[in-house]
């Protein structure tokens, strides 16, 4: 018989039923699938008995690339079904595709993404009247019955591909997977060979199989100094779902589930029990008379497009017609590929959640696992809140244990408060844990060289202001050597940086560091002088008129403001100099009004009363520009101006004088402005402002007389209307 060459569509039930019955027929020697060649010694591993779906994850890393990649199995692959099939006629099983690290699949997250043929497949979806090939195939393949479908796809398939030229990466492929096949048949001699690919590589292969050498092509090896593996994860039907962005397969894998398992009819019946049973937990009115018009429609569509059993899109479209009592302002999403785009009806997006399923795979216990996955499940502990107070070493290594979770990116691990040195972190047990630390075993063999590793691939190509994200991070996390790679590459950036609000974020996360280096254990105070002085060299030229209030350029000036009240004597900082470019910037006009506060605050917090602080209010208060520019007086200066004799009877004289429309005009940057008062600061000026104006004694301004059991329960109903607001959309 020679070689059987099955090209298909990956995660097919059509294609994984038409594998496994051609393997049972002609009982092959060899079963060669598209895979990893780099797993065909652990093919005993990936038969252990995992419940699916679960994944081959593939990391690689060296000092210029980085890549993670996804070789996804679930009952329906057609992949699955034919190294099942062959296990049990006793072929020898392969893997025939380069390993997932491999220049050639650089560029796909997952080895089964669908190949590029939009003109040839535009062209069916148009003759067969269909929205897209997700339709298209389902009315060719899924529905109809399975007499002559090898023959159906091998048509559809050498028409998709027709003359395509395969690129360099698919031609590499290809050209690999060819060296197997000719091996494979060489040594089966009279036996026959099953080759199950995707379609698309299916008249490529054919081609390239009758010509080249026929002995078994190596495995390649990763490049000297990498750092490659793979494992086994669990997967999930939601990652499987090209809703949910999959590369790959079709959409909807709960329905395709029940498809291989419960044939058209039995699928169609389940997904209407499964839309109906999720729309009524979420309180959706859904009655017997919505799902005989549901059904009764599905049936109409199924007969009207020529289909011999209601398909996919026609239960959809018969649910969408009963259950949707309005117009639509978007298209179904059914009748397009990708993500799920916001704005659909609520009841369309319970179908498609309805439609994905919620099945998690599990891998067998035998499966062997990452050491990373030993060395922080040793450690990790149950689910739970725990407090630490970082001032006590062991719990200030349990936090670093869990900041390197947190870096890794582990489900379930969530620091919930944190305050100077006392943290919050919440543990709780979730499906997404295991696959997560098996995909960050490709990092390293424990937490804090793969928090390292994850770390140091976000320094390359980093701004500043990722750059000082991962210098908190190394900091938290305690990887000391990376910590001070980046404050060097900090210092050079800080040089460069024009931007004020970027500097003073950095210089502010730096003299935290350096103000606590007891936890921290990392000298930053040459990125704090470095970033200091170039934001008051920047500040100095800023020019802008009355542009409206920045908060993070004010809150820039207040970061060389505590970097000079906490650091300027042991770092070297020039106070007398730095108030001298203050009191330049405070007296420039042309300096935007938020900056000109901020300078006059700064000078007032540092310099105290001596400053003579009305009369500087009073010479630099303009009524247009009054609320940005006391943004910047407020951020800088709150305690001040709020505890100087006159200051608030100042204020109040000043803003009292203004026009109407001069107060029109400044009341929202003025509300703004007084947003840097914490609540408790905003009664006290009320009260004093009231007893000013009254010239009494103020009742409590925040006394409200009605009942406060009428107050809880109008803030309740404010939630509620909230939250309903929310999850229509509407908020």
């Given amino acids: ?85 062959g296990r049990a006629t006793g072929a020898e099983l392969r893997f025939i595709d380069l390993p997932a690290w491999h220049p050639a699949l650089a560029d796909l997250a997952n080895r089964y993404a669908d190949a590029r043929h939009d003109e040839a497949v535009g062209k069916l979806c148009r003759a067969f009247d269909v929205d897209n090939v997700d339709a298209l195939w389902d009315r060719l393949f899924e529905v109809p019955p399975a007499d002559g479908l090898a023959g159906r796809l091998a048509t559809y398939f050498d028409l998709v591909r027709g003359d395509t030229q395969a690129g360099p990466d698919d031609a590499a492929r290809e050209a690999y997977m060819a060296q197997w096949v000719r091996a494979a048949a060489w040594e089966a001699g009279e036996r026959p060979v099953v080759v199950v690919t995707g379609g698309f590589h299916r008249p490529a292969l054919i081609r390239l199989a009758t010509r080249g050498e026929r002995t078994w092509p190596k495995v390649p090896e990763p490049p000297e100094g990498a750092v490659a593996g793979s494992h086994l994860v669990p997967y999930a039907f939601r990652r499987l779902d090209a809703f949910d962005g999959y590369q790959a397969g079709m959409p909807s894998p709960g329905y395709y589930q029940d498809l291989w398992e419960h044939g058209v009819d039995g699928a169609a019946h389940r997904l209407v029990e499964a839309v109906t049973a999720r729309l009524r937990s979420r309180r959706q009115p859904v009655s017997t008379a919505d799902l005989i018009a549901a059904r009764a429609a599905a049936d109409a569509l199924a007969l009207l497009r020529g289909h011999p059993h209601p398909a996919r899109v026609d239960v959809l479209d018969g649910l969408a017609g009963a259950l949707v009592g309005e117009a639509l302002d978007t298209p179904l999403p059914w009748a397009s590929r990708g993500r799920l785009q916001a704005g659909h009806h609520p009841v369309v997006v319970e179908m498609i959640a309805a439609l994905s399923g919620d099945r998690t795979g599990r891998l067998h216990p035998s499966t062997p696992l990452p050491p ?61 844990r295991m696959p997560a630390l098996i995909e960050a075993g490709s990092y390293g063999v424990d937490p804090q060289e793969a928090a390292a590793s994850v ?119 020039d106070v007398d100099a730095a108030l001298g470019v203050a009191d330049r910037v405070a007296a420039c006009q042309d300096a935007p009004p938020d900056l000109r506060g901020a300078s006059l605050g700064l000078t007032w917090s540092l310099r105290g009363t001596a400053a003579d602080p009305v009369r500087a209010v009073r010479g630099a208060f303009v009524p247009k520009s009054a609320g940005d520019w006391l943004a910047g007086l407020f951020a800088l200066a709150r305690e001040e ?91």
């Fill in 641 to 731: 101006v709020l505890h100087t004799g006159g200051m608030l009877e100042l204020l109040d004289e000043l803003v009292g004088a203004m026009t109407d429309q001069d107060f029109l005009v400044a009341l929202p940057a003025l509300r703004q402005a007084f947003g840097y008062f914490p609540p408790r600061e905003r009664h006290l000026i009320a009260t004093r402002l009231v007893e000013l104006r009254s010239g009494r004694s103020a009742r409590d301004p925040l006394r409200l007389d009605a009942p406060p059991e009428l107050v809880a329960a109008g803030m309740a109903l404010d939630e509620r209307v909230d939250t309903a607001l929310r999850r229509e959309g509407l908020l």
């Fill in 1 to 85: 018989m020679g070689v059987v060459f099955l090209g298909v569509r990956h995660h097919s039930p059509a294609c994984a039923r038409l594998a496994a019955e051609t393997i049972h027929a002609v009982r092959p020697a060899y079963v060669l699938v598209e895979g990893p060649a780099d797993m065909n010694d652990r093919m005993d591993e990936l038969l252990l008995g995992h419940d699916l779906p679960i994944a081959v994850h593939t990391g690689y890393r060296d000092h210029e690339r980085r890549h993670s990649s996804w070789t996804p199995l679930c009952d329906y692959s057609p992949e699955w079904a034919a190294l099942t099939a």
């Fill in 372 to 432: 990373l996955v030993h060395a922080v499940l040793a450690e990790l502990g149950g689910p739970g809140d725990e407090r630490l107070h970082l001032g006590d070493p062991a719990d200030r290594e349990r936090s670093r244990f869990l900041h390197r979770l947190r870096v890794l990116s582990i489900p379930g691990v969530v620091r919930s408060a944190s305050g100077l040195r006392v943290e919050q972190w919440t543990l709780t047990d979730t499906d997404d």
């Fill in 455 to 573: 770390l140091a691939e976000r320094i390359r190509d980093a701004d500043l202001g990722r750059l000082t994200d991962v210098l908190f991070d190394a900091a938290l996390c305690s990887i000391g050597e990376l910590a001070g790679r980046v404050l060097n590459d900090l210092e050079r950036a800080i040089g460069a940086a024009a931007d004020l609000g970027a500097l003073g974020r950095t210089l502010a996360v730096a003299l935290g560091m350096w103000r606590h280096d007891d936890l921290f254990a990392i000298t930053s105070g040459t990125v704090v002088r470095a970033a200091a002085l170039r934001v008051l060299w920047l500040a100095e030229g800023v020019r802008g008129g009355s542009v409206p209030a920045d908060p993070r350029r004010i809150d820039a000036m207040a970061a060389v403001r505590d970097a000079l009240r906490h650091a300027g004597t042991q770092l070297g900082l």
